[in-house]
């Protein structure tokens, strides 16, 4: 682009100045003519006199140089009469009165009167344009293009899996926050696959553990069953004895069980939450950015209703989250004609629902929307892993706020309950 701009200058500075030579061409005979003016002049009055100019627009000086017999010590004036001065052309003329030549009548003149200053006015406007317009490309190149250049890469790396690539610094106001995004995307993903090693050796070390604790019980188990089965205890004590052995075992299983599922509970949903304070109108405002254009293009109805811009307390990015996977499910789950939130207060508390027409959730199934892992009937055909609104309620409770749903006859209400 700086190339194509300097290039379309020389040429359009080469036309304007080819345009206003060809008018320059048209005004030579200008000053010609009053040069012939004043000749006439001085010839009627036989005599020369210094002309009046005020209404001349080309010459600029006249001069007369008798001709009387001259010394040595005129040849100073004589090269003066005959000298070039800056930015005038100039012309001698004999003149000659009453058949007998008196002198030679010089006149200081310009070629042109317009044309030429404006081809300088304009060309330095042109110039000065120009000139801004390269300082300002350049800027671009230098501050956004090449800057870009350095970091594009970046994204491509960490998809890859490269994550002890280096993130350049760059305090430019237009990549410093997106380069500080990427090295902390970048420290994420480092933490999250070290959690996920570490996860990974927990798991195994606690798998072997497991499996060995439980060999002893189940070892003893399947004894007392086996002597039950065989008859060996004679007296009824004896075989109370083995099944309670057998129900006592069977508890220290059920606690090895509970204790797998709770350590991956823990480790799955260690959701963490920066409490502190957000307006209500910035959270919406990212809401609005995502799904407005999202519900365009899926032709849904996408309403937010009237609210006030409170203050609210939590964290703006894990209630995005939350919101996001209302949002989600009410895509998925509904019927594609509209969704709509809407606000109102509640107890000194701001709530937020989230609604959507379609098929409703069946009212049994209703308490069991937030439990892990749990996916409704109108599911079945639907891809999902039913820890969305589980994870949604952890982090609410973790802003000290909740979460509800309710039925209705045309779809779905989801509510948000912030403290304020």
């Known amino acids: 682009m700086i190339a194509v701009f300097i290039l379309t200058y020389l040429v359009m500075a080469v036309l304007m100045y080819v345009i206003c030579r060809a008018g320059d061409v048209n005004e030579d005979m200008g000053y010609k003519v009053e040069i012939n003016w004043i000749m006439q002049g001085l010839e009627d009055a036989g005599t020369f006199s210094e002309p009046d100019l005020h209404d001349m627009q080309y010459i600029r000086k006249v001069s007369f140089l008798p001709v009387t017999e001259r010394s040595e010590e005129d040849t ?30 010089r006149f200081d003149y310009i070629a042109s009167t317009g044309n030429r200053r404006i081809l300088w006015i304009a ?38 899996g490269h994550l002890q690539v280096d993130v350049e610094e760059n305090r430019g106001r237009f990549f410093g926050k997106f380069v500080w995004g990427i090295s902390m995307l970048k420290d994420t993903l480092n933490d999250s696959k070290a ?22 019980p189940l070892s003893t188990i399947k004894l007392y069953a086996k002597a039950l089965r065989e008859e060996i205890y004679e007296s009824k004590e004896q075989r109370n004895h083995a099944m309670s052995q057998i129900e006592r075992h069977a508890a220290e299983i059920e606690e090895f069980v509970n204790k797998i599922v ?39 109805e996408f309403t937010i209703g009237t609210y006030s811009n409170k203050l609210l307390k939590g964290d703006i990015d894990c209630a995005v989250e939350v919101m996001e996977n209302l949002m989600e499910n009410a895509v998925k789950y509904g019927d594609g004609q509209k969704i709509r939130i809407d606000f109102y207060e509640e107890d000194y508390c701001q709530v937020i629902e989230v609604f959507n027409t ?31 609104l589980y994870i949604a309620r952890q982090i609410m409770h973790k802003m000290e706020g909740d979460i509800f749903a309710r039925r209705d006859e045309g779809g779905m209400f989801f509510g948000l309950v912030f403290r304020m």
Request: with cysteine; net charge neutral; proline share 3%.
């Open 123 to 160: 060309e330095g406007v042109l110039l000065v344009s120009w000139m801004m317009i390269l300082a300002v490309l350049w800027y671009v190149r230098m501050r956004i293009i090449k800057p870009f250049h350095v970091i594009s890469k970046m994204p491509y790396e960490l998809a890859k």
């Open 76 to 105: 100073e004036g004589l090269l003066d009469f005959y000298k070039n001065h800056n930015g005038v052309s100039s012309a001698a003329y004999p003149l000659v009165l009453n058949g007998k030549q008196t002198g030679f009548v």
């Open 195 to 216: 959690k996920a090693l570490n996860l990974e050796k927990e798991k195994k070390l606690l798998l072997l553990s497991i499996s060995h604790d439980i060999k002893i």
């Open 262 to 300: 709770s350590t991956a509970s823990e480790e799955i949903f260690d959701i963490e939450v920066i409490n502190s304070e957000f307006y209500l109108d910035e959270y919406i405002g990212k809401i609005r950015e995502i799904y407005e254009p999202k519900c365009r293009l899926m032709m849904t």
């Open 358 to 388: 379609g098929i409703p959730v069946e009212q049994n199934q209703m308490s069991h929307l937030f439990d892990s892992f749990y996916r409704g009937s109108n599911a079945h055909d639907k891809s999902g892993n039913g820890l969305g």
